[in-house]
């Protein structure tokens, strides 16, 4: 029988709510049972994933405590003495705070550059923001490789370009170019990066943008707020649970830049450029450029697996910071 | 509105989807022997058993018409190869050769043995070294046909030809050699248009020179044209370093007759960097070296940009591809950097040059034997010295009657001063081969292109080179005590020999 309250704001009765009816949880193997057409068409892509991931990431693992150039089975056992050098490899942490710096740079304007564009193209008033949106998505859906080889030769071609006072002042030399000098090879690295694959977050913006109910809007341009005031207020708040995942997804997209540095620069000048992921490829499959004397994948395994472990603490904070997001969404009011 | 999909159609188009995917992934029923490309997954394959080898030395016309497949990477002998093809196909009917360009040999050699689908011929891949310690022979073992004894005793000095632990394993041969004795093939070629047009008249035989003739083009020319370049891009920057200096230390840094690396303690290597640093200093490289590869290079030097590079002799044929009236260009020998000659290039016995093989699952083991015995024949190393693309093993091909250039001429001429065989633990003792040392981070060729990119200078040159001395001797440390916990009988003696003289040539012997 339901039971009524006095409410202390209006004197009214107020009745009580009816408890929910709950369904019977059911036992773990019948909810498999009864959701099995899913499992059955996951299992493709979990098998894949398993075959083509996971096993040999697992596999890997073995190969870390050995010496080994890939052909025949590995014999020669080493223990932890490839995870030792890589630990104190001044190369390796180079090349870490290369891929920092990299992401330090990229990441802020990158993202900023994207949700400009974002807004700009979100104006349904805006002509031909279709053709817009095509071109600068292009560069992130091209390979890495087909757009750097020719904006290597391009930068290549400005070293005579560059007015002969930059060369007696000593800010460039023409004998290596911007690729060749540490004072400006990340940097054209970055910018390249930033231009190949901002595409990619622009998308996302726009997706995130077109989420917020345009009822906002038109109800802060009632209540007089500006562009400003409506970005800040309104556009930012609802669209930083979104935004905070792309940061994230950005974050560690970046830390593992590997194609861009192996086309411009191949990790030079010597090592200026090296990130993590070119590190691990040299010693994988070209060592005569600047390391070791031959293959060994036993020590770019554990290079590799090295790194991942170092990464794995940022994919941590990405798990702890997207589930505060959905909090925050669920207090919003909004849809997961 | 738009009626949502039902259940049943969901499922149909999954299963028609899925099908679909099943059906693009199916191999073939038979897979085709001529197949080049191996599958990215390996799996474990027997060995081919042997097949009884024929007594004929040529090879009978096959019942049915046979297709060997070879895979090399050469570019500019290439047409050499053609020729050889051709002039086999036609002694040969019922043979033909297939060459299939393939650049990844170190990985893609591997995949095929896995999936037993070697070519029939091949040049490079894993060392034979390496085979022997693993027991997976992608090689075939010649020495199993009948008339390999007869094959052995047709080259000029079979004692240091076919040598074990070189090309030889446990009695077996896999490989011959084909090349002349010579260690290096790479050397500074100099445009003598622009050494005539700037009035350069001495070539460079020291670093002081090779640096004033750099001066003078580059100063002189108002930057049209720049003294030196090198295709940095092909990964080649240490060729001038490691190559040019070879008169003065030794390529690799180690010091035979006490097994010591002397990068540090030679100040010739030093002194090669110092000049590679001042070519950058006074803006003497062709600003385009830093990112172009050996070929554009080559025709950069052709079209008069750059008035020294380096290069191997292949730049000659390349030349004659590319820039067929450019011809007026010399070699120099390697610089002296102190008051005197005092080292050589060296090399081993056993295998020279570029070594071929046959594949160890070749389904067609004696027309291939006839190919691979064909282009070991003194007749092929006449051929082979005329199309200008190297000196063969046999002492007669390298007459200067079969070289029409001059470049060849001199290189024939002094070339084989320049060159000494030296010592070879592998000889004394093949167990050496199974040392798996690992090297040093950076190793000299990083640290030439440090130097070159001035992330390094000259004054910390001294601490630089001594750490990559503490590192290869660490590292080198550390692979024998690994080897030898691991029952390998070999021991540091092994590798030192007291009694060599750099200028002279050392025949190792098994054992001794």
């Not at chain 2, 200093?281 to 172009?292: C, H, K, R, T, Y």
Request: hydrophobic share 45%; proline share 8%; with cysteine.
């Amino acid at each position: 029988m339901a039971v009524a309250s006095i409410s202390p704001s209006t004197g009214g009765l107020v009745p009580e709510a009816q408890p929910r009816l709950q369904k019977p949880k059911l036992p773990l193997w019948k909810q498999i049972i009864s959701s099995r057409w899913s499992y059955v068409f996951i299992a493709p892509w979990l098998i894949g994933t398993a075959v083509f991931g996971w096993y040999p990431m697992l596999s890997s693992i073995r190969y870390t405590l050995y010496n080994w150039t890939g052909f025949g089975e590995p014999t020669q056992f080493v223990g932890l003495r490839h995870f030792i050098k890589v630990a104190t490899s001044p190369i390796f942490w180079r090349s870490v705070g290369n891929a920092v710096r990299y992401t330090v740079v990229l990441v802020p304007i990158q993202l900023s550059l994207a949700l400009i564009l974002a807004i700009i193209l979100n104006n349904p008033r805006l002509r031909f923001s279709a053709i817009f949106r095509a071109a600068f998505f292009i560069p992130a859906i091209c390979s890495v490789i087909v757009l750097a080889v020719p904006v290597r030769y391009l930068v290549l071609n400005l070293n005579r370009a560059v007015p002969q006072v930059f060369v007696d002042i000593g800010l460039f030399n023409r004998s290596l170019g911007f690729l060749q000098d540490s004072r400006y090879a990340l940097s054209v690295i970055t910018a390249f990066g930033i231009w190949q694959s901002f595409g990619y977050n622009l998308v996302f913006f726009l997706a995130a943008l077109q989420s917020v109910p345009v009822e906002l809007y038109e109800a802060a341009t009632v209540d007089g707020a500006g562009r400003l005031a409506k970005l800040w207020h309104i556009t930012i708040p609802l669209i930083r649970p979104v935004g905070v995942l792309i940061l994230l997804l950005a974050l560690l997209g970046s830390m593992r830049v590997f194609e861009s540095v192996l086309a411009l620069t191949d990790g030079g000048p010597f090592f200026a450029t090296e990130v993590p992921m070119t590190y691990i490829y040299h010693y994988a499959f070209r060592p005569v450029r600047g390391m070791g004397g031959s293959i060994n994948l036993g020590f770019a395994s554990a290079a590799a697996l090295f790194y991942s472990i170092l990464l794995l603490g940022l994919t941590a904070g990405q798990v702890i910071v997207v589930r505060w997001s959905r909090a925050r969404r669920r207090e919003l009011g909004l849809s997961q | 509105m738009k009626e949502k999909l039902n259940r049943r159609d969901f499922l149909k188009l999954a299963s028609l989807t899925g099908a679909s995917w099943i059906l693009a992934s199916c191999r073939p029923a038979t897979p085709s022997p001529e197949q080049a490309q191996p599958s990215a997954t390996p799996k474990p394959t027997e060995p081919q058993p042997t097949p009884k080898p024929i007594e004929p030395t040529q090879a009978p016309p096959p019942a049915e018409p046979v297709k060997l497949i070879q895979w090399d990477w050469w570019v500019t002998q290439g047409p050499w190869f053609d020729e050889e093809i051709q002039l086999f196909q036609e002694a040969n009917p019922g043979i033909t050769v297939e060459r299939v360009m393939q650049r990844e040999m170190d990985q893609a050699l591997p995949l095929a043995f896995a999936e037993g689908k070697l070519p029939d011929f091949y040049m490079g891949g894993p060392p034979l070294t390496e085979q022997y310690n693993t027991g997976q022979w992608l090689a075939y073992d010649l020495s199993s046909f009948v008339d390999f004894p007869e094959f052995k005793n047709s080259f000029p000095n079979p004692e240091i030809d076919f040598v074990e632990g070189k090309n030889v394993f446990d009695g077996k041969c896999y490989t011959a050699p084909r090349e002349a004795r010579n260690a290096w093939w790479n050397q500074v070629f100099i445009n003598l248009d622009l050494f005539d047009k700037y009035g350069i008249t001495k070539l460079p035989d020291t670093d002081e020179e090779f640096l004033d003739a750099a001066r003078k083009v580059t100063k002189d020319s108002g930057g049209a044209a720049y003294g030196y370049a090198n295709g940095f891009a092909t990964g080649w920057m240490n060729m001038l370093i490691e190559w040019q200096g070879a008169r003065s230390f030794i390529v690799g840094g180690l010091d035979h007759r006490t097994h010591e690396y002397v990068y540090s303690k030679n100040p010739h290597y030093a002194g090669i960097l110092e000049m590679l640093a001042t070519l950058r200093e006074e803006g003497l490289i062709l600003p385009e070296a830093s990112s172009i590869d050996d070929e554009g290079m080559r025709a950069m030097f052709a079209d008069g940009k750059v008035a020294m590079i380096n290069g191997g002799m292949w730049n000659v044929n390349g030349w004659k591809q590319t820039h067929p009236d450019f011809s007026h260009y010399t070699i120099i020998p390697p610089l002296i950097l102190g008051d005197k000659q005092e080292y050589t290039y060296y090399t081993g016995p056993g295998q020279t040059g570029e070594p071929f093989y046959l594949g160890s699952t070749t389904r067609h083991p004696n027309e291939a034997w006839a190919w691979y015995k064909w282009l070991h024949t003194l007749e092929s190393g006449i051929r082979w010295v005329k199309s200008g693309n190297g000196l063969s093993i046999f002492p007669e091909a390298n007459d200067p009657k079969y070289i029409t250039d001059q470049v060849w001429k001199d290189y024939v001429v002094w070339m084989p001063k320049l060159n000494r065989v030296g010592p070879s633990p592998e000889v004394r003792n093949p167990n050496t081969g199974k040392l798996n040392v690992a090297g040093p981070e950076p190793n000299f060729a990083a640290i030439t292109g440090g130097v070159y990119a001035g992330e390094i200078s000259v004054s910390q040159l001294p601490e630089v080179l001594a750490e990559l001395d503490r590192q290869l001797t660490e590292n080198f440390a550390i692979a024998l005590e690994d080897a030898q916990k691991a029952g390998v009988d070999v021991k540091f003696e092994d590798f030192v020999f007291p009694d060599w003289d750099p200028l002279k040539d050392y025949i190792t012997r098994p054992g001794a």
